[in-house]
């Protein structure tokens, strides 16, 4: 037998806190977990902004391009419609046969002359009381129009807009909008902008001196010199020429043939405008003292005769005249004046499918007796209508309506 003690095992055991799990990590290392958590997060949070920076970035040139292409696709249409609009030629309505059987805006006075027949006084007097920048700006007189902005915010908004140069007049006697707006200014100043690069100044001025309004119902230089002074507007005075240019403001105003005696109005406006042709220098102080002799020793007005018609459509014009109209309106985003005034002034040739030959046995037929039935009430009588279609084709060849003698002109609704 061995006389050998065992080994004393240590007393002291090891308490459970004081054992290491598997898993243990050193407290080091922790921190470095911790530091590589916070990297990793401020890295997903940067990488988070970028992306949303860029996002934010794509939308925005998509929403720029996009403006972009939609006013490139409105620019393009206006400088087309304004292209084709200083024609300022009737549109004509022919029928199955080729003939003629209406010219579209007759009923307004106007005769047309070239920039080239009109005399230099008379673009100048309009140039000078009218826009006196014109040959310089860009569609827009950035000073005339500030300082019409500054007054409309001084007034708070009581003042009218003003500061129109001959571009944006023009601009609003094509498209028939004269709505007192700041939307209606903002987009005539866009339209005027690029009508400018459309047009080239000559263009622009022979446009806008054959379409103003100068009188009652009377449209243009040349028309308004035949009604003022029964001459051609080649052959007008300066001081004629001043006159004329000096009511664009407010034609009737300055009447000579009214009731009113509206002499020293006209004196007064006529020598305001030989004066600023003569700051601008298109006049010397000859002409102008020999302009204001004229002026005080009475200007010669003599009322000269305008002829123009007075269009009786048939019935089935008067519903194509409302369907091209619509048409336009839709195809051109544009409103009713808009496409009226297009449809008056681009020379357009509108073929109908109205057969004229047929008219006379329409017109045979409705004078039947048996359709002219009295009213009991003694108002007008009994309406009768009738619609001739081509089966083959489902035109509407013929359209005719009531019992009585058209005499008028009226677009069907």
Request: proline share 2%.
């Amino acid at each position: 037998m061995s006389n050998k003690k065992p080994k004393k095992q240590n007393a002291k055991k090891k308490s459970k806190q004081d054992i290491e799990p598997e898993d243990f990590t050193p407290r080091a290392f922790k921190k470095d977990n911790k530091n590589i958590d916070k990297n990793r997060n401020k890295k997903n949070k940067k990488s988070n902004k970028k992306t949303l920076k860029r996002a934010i970035i794509i939308i925005i040139l998509i929403a720029i391009i996009t403006l972009a292409v939609m006013l490139g696709i409105s620019s393009n249409r206006w400088a087309n419609l304004a292209k084709e609009m200083a024609n300022n030629e009737n549109s004509a309505v022919l029928d199955t046969d080729g003939n003629v059987i209406a010219t579209l805006g007759v009923e307004r006075k106007n005769k047309k002359i070239s920039l080239q027949d009109m005399p230099e006084n008379l673009k100048n007097a309009y140039v000078a009381i009218e826009d006196e920048r014109f040959y310089n700006h860009h569609g827009i007189d950035i000073k005339r129009t500030g300082g019409a902005i500054l007054s409309y915010v001084v007034h708070f908004g009581s003042s009218s807009y003003g500061g129109s140069t001959i571009t944006q007049q023009l601009v609003k006697n094509l498209t028939g909008d004269s709505t007192d707006s700041i939307t209606r200014k903002v987009k005539e100043w866009w339209k005027a902008f690029v009508l400018e690069m459309a047009l080239s100044k000559d263009e622009i001025l022979e446009t806008y001196l054959n379409v103003i309004y100068v009188g009652p119902n009377i449209y243009g230089v040349e028309t308004g010199a035949i009604y003022y002074f029964n001459k051609s507007a080649a052959n007008l005075s300066l001081a004629e020429c001043a006159f004329l240019a000096g009511i664009n403001n407010s034609p009737n105003s300055y009447n000579p043939f009214g009731d009113e005696d509206n002499s020293e109005k006209i004196n007064n406006r006529t020598k305001t405008v030989l004066g600023k042709m003569q700051e601008l220098g298109y006049i010397t102080e000859k002409e102008l003292n020999e302009a204001n002799l004229e002026v005080d020793n009475g200007l010669k007005f003599n009322q000269g005769t305008i002829k123009t018609e007075e269009p009786i459509y048939s019935y089935h014009t008067d519903a194509l005249i409302l369907e091209v109209t619509n048409d336009i309106e839709e195809k051109y985003n544009i409103n009713e004046e808009f496409a009226t005034n297009f449809l008056n002034m681009a020379g357009l040739t509108i073929q109908s499918t109205q057969d004229t030959s047929i008219e006379e046995e329409m017109e045979k037929e409705f004078e039947k007796s048996r359709y002219n039935l009295p009213s009991k009430t003694g108002g007008d009588p009994a309406q009768a209508a009738m619609v001739v279609i081509d089966h083959k084709t489902g035109s509407v060849v013929r359209l005719c309506w009531r019992t009585w003698q058209k005499n008028y002109c009226k677009t069907i609704k």
